[in-house]
């Protein structure tokens, strides 16, 4: 019998014999595929790969093809698909917050991802600090890939431009939930999880923004424990999301 240690350890391990690479136009039925651009400098520049390399490709719409590398260039790998694999969608999982500054915005994106938060919404509040311009969101939707790549989703968190508060809580149906410190507290009964949590800036919520959730039925939740910073609070909410949401 293996320890959890060991069986955590096995798992990584398996995760980790191909690496992945991005391939938004693989399909189930390819035979080969030519890999170019940052991708193909990745493998082939950076991870030095040669004929008859594994890898894993994955178009960010749930495919995900096993191949290996029959030639490669430079600036190009040619691959021989082996199995391609349609999985299922993730379940919808919406997280709208407002964008802290600088690489905490980013921690936020990768980890939302890691976590299985299907859909972003960088939000803008009364309080924003910061709104990512189009250079910014290029970096976002670039960790999103890279998270996938490292954790093995096949399926891209989407990025949404930039939307104020009041169109978010106008436009999203179903269950929602804002986080602020005046909303009740989380407990065990609250595990019906919603589909979207909305999550202010560091100066909170103003309390118009409050009103105008509790008016178009969001409930407003507070976690328990401390004030958390809004990365770490989308961080939490997409754990619970991941744990609860159904």
């Known amino acids: 019998m293996i320890s959890a240690r060991q069986h955590l350890y096995l798992f990584s391990k398996d995760l980790s014999m191909a690496d992945r690479y991005y391939a938004t136009d693989i399909n189930l039925d390819q035979s080969e595929y030519l890999l170019t651009g940052a991708e193909a400098h990745h493998l082939v520049q950076v991870c030095r790969a040669r004929a008859g390399t594994e890898v894993v490709l994955f178009n960010g719409k749930g495919l995900s093809a096993t191949a290996i590398v029959k030639q490669a260039s430079k600036r190009e790998a040619l691959l021989e698909i082996q199995s391609s694999v349609q999985s299922d969608p993730l379940p919808s999982r919406t997280i709208a917050a407002a964008i802290p500054k600088g690489d905490r915005a980013l921690t936020m994106i990768e980890k939302c991802t890691e976590l299985g938060v299907t859909r972003f919404i960088p939000l803008q509040t009364e309080r924003s600090v910061t709104l990512p311009r ?113």
Request: hydrophobic share 40%; charged share 25%.
């Open 134 to 246: 189009e250079g910014k969101r290029d970096r976002f939707e670039r960790a999103v890939i890279e998270a996938c790549k490292q954790c093995g989703r096949d399926e891209i968190m989407t990025i949404d431009s930039p939307c104020a508060w009041k169109d978010v809580a106008q436009s999203e149906m179903g269950s929602r939930w804002m986080f602020d410190v005046s909303g009740e507290l989380i407990t065990c009964d609250s595990f019906n999880w919603p589909r979207t949590v909305a999550i202010g800036p560091e100066g909170g919520w103003t309390e118009i923004e409050v009103s105008l959730a509790k008016e178009q039925g969001w409930r407003v939740a507070r976690l328990p424990g401390a004030v958390l910073r809004v990365e770490t609070a989308a961080i939490a909410a997409a754990s619970l999301m991941q744990i609860f949401s159904r």
